[in-house]
């Protein structure tokens, strides 16, 4: 595994941070790490990348502790709301950063390049960052990141404060980082965006983990199915509260949950062998965001 940490907490003096976090991320995934403001999300990334010290638990990058010199060459990271000096150019900022990473000049040049392709910002690099779109300069922030040609980029938030086109451009580049074999950790609150790109996701709340999961496995099993329908009777409403005890019933449509697909077709069968009439039946997969705010506001625990 990329990630695995085995009960990981950072706990302040006012009692927040994040609370025994068990997680495993395994290469090449995009991981969405998922909860409201507040939850605890930049508290876990930056524990896990080094820059704050655990009050407990395990954890592990790459195969080595966390905290490691040598596994710290191998990671990128992009932290929330960062904001760099605006008279500064795409090229500067990008030089600069090249020095830190301690790359000689030659390497340098052919990273600034490689970097600026993947984030399309080649012929912006020489403008300055005050002049960029916020899209823009989430993407040279993202382009500093990538100088070291990490195998793991933590993102945190990289997208809340873009509007539609900037956010669709930055999840371009995640899924640009996973066909180059990159794994990508990535902190969100933007249920939407996490759903068209995460591979697994863990959703905290208050500090601790309450679902995780593959995504596809979260949501199976949540679909709605919305039945317009009419000729109906006690006996055809009574089979079908058999499937979901639940359902509702107007006069002339359903709404019920399903388990298993092969009930779609059931739900479908008894209405027409009970003498009703099957206008029309469409399912819906419950989304990720129905799925967080039941679990956010007391449901599933």
Same mark, same amino acid.
């Given at each position: 595994?990329?990630?695995?940490?085995?009960?990981?907490?950072?706990?302040?003096?006012?009692?927040?941070?994040?609370?025994?976090?068990?997680?495993?991320?395994?290469?090449?995934?995009?991981?969405?790490?998922?909860?409201?403001?507040?939850?605890?999300?930049?508290?876990?990334?930056?524990?896990?990348?080094?820059?704050?010290?655990?009050?407990?638990?395990?954890?592990?990058?790459?195969?080595?502790?966390?905290?490691?010199?040598?596994?710290?060459?191998?990671?990128?990271?992009?932290?929330?709301?960062?904001?760099?000096?605006?008279?500064?150019?795409?090229?500067?900022?990008?030089?600069?950063?090249?020095?830190?990473?301690?790359?000689?000049?030659?390497?340098?040049?052919?990273?600034?390049?490689?970097?600026?392709?993947?984030?399309?910002?080649?012929?912006?690099?020489?403008?300055?960052?005050?002049?960029?779109?916020?899209?823009?300069?989430?993407?040279?922030?993202?382009?500093?990141?990538?100088?070291?040609?990490?195998?793991?980029?933590? &993102?945190? %938030?990289?997208?809340?404060? !873009? /509007?539609?086109?900037?956010?669709?451009?930055?999840?371009? =580049?995640?899924? @640009? $980082?996973?066909?180059?074999?990159?794994?990508?950790?990535?902190?969100?609150?933007?249920?939407?965006?996490?759903?068209?790109?995460?591979?697994?996701?863990?959703?905290?709340?208050?500090?601790?983990?309450?679902?995780?999961?593959?995504?596809?496995? &979260?949501? %199976?099993?949540?679909?709605? !199915? /919305?039945?317009?329908?009419?000729?109906?009777?006690?006996? =055809?409403?009574? @089979? $079908?509260?058999?499937?979901?005890?639940?359902?509702?019933?107007?006069?002339?449509?359903?709404?019920?949950?399903?388990?298993?697909?092969?009930?779609?077709?059931?739900?479908?069968?008894?209405?027409?062998?009970?003498?009703?009439?099957?206008?029309? &039946?469409?399912?819906?997969?419950?989304? !990720?965001?129905?799925?967080?705010?039941?679990?956010?506001?007391?449901?599933?625990?």
């Amino acid at each position: 595994m990329v990630i695995e940490t085995e009960n990981l907490s950072k706990i302040y003096e006012n009692n927040k941070g994040c609370r025994n976090i068990n997680i495993s991320v395994a290469k090449g995934e995009i991981y969405g790490f998922l909860g409201p403001n507040g939850a605890g999300k930049s508290t876990f990334i930056k524990t896990i990348v080094g820059l704050l010290f655990p009050t407990s638990g395990n954890a592990s990058i790459l195969g080595k502790p966390i905290g490691d010199l040598e596994t710290r060459k191998r990671i990128g990271y992009l932290p929330e709301l960062f904001k760099y000096q605006e008279w500064m150019t795409g090229l500067d900022l990008l030089s600069f950063h090249s020095s830190l990473y301690k790359l000689d000049k030659k390497t340098s040049s052919i990273k600034i390049e490689e970097v600026l392709e993947i984030v399309n910002l080649k012929g912006a690099e020489k403008s300055k960052i005050g002049t960029y779109s916020k899209g823009m300069q989430q993407r040279i922030g993202i382009a500093s990141a990538l100088l070291c040609d990490p195998e793991l980029l933590f &993102l945190d %938030e990289p997208t809340s404060a !873009l /509007d539609p086109i900037g956010r669709k451009e930055v999840r371009d =580049i995640i899924l @640009k $980082l996973k066909d180059m074999d990159k794994t990508v950790f990535l902190n969100s609150h933007l249920l939407s965006e996490v759903e068209m790109i995460c591979d697994s996701v863990a959703i905290i709340s208050k500090g601790s983990i309450v679902k995780q999961g593959k995504i596809d496995d &979260l949501l %199976e099993g949540n679909t709605v !199915l /919305d039945i317009h329908v009419e000729n109906m009777n006690n006996e =055809i409403l009574n @089979k $079908l509260e058999k499937i979901d005890e639940d359902m509702t019933f107007d006069g002339k449509n359903i709404k019920m949950h399903v388990k298993e697909n092969y009930e779609i077709h059931e739900a479908a069968s008894l209405i027409i062998s009970g003498g009703g009439k099957l206008y029309g &039946l469409t399912p819906h997969r419950n989304s !990720l965001e129905e799925i967080f705010i039941k679990l956010i506001e007391g449901g599933e625990e």
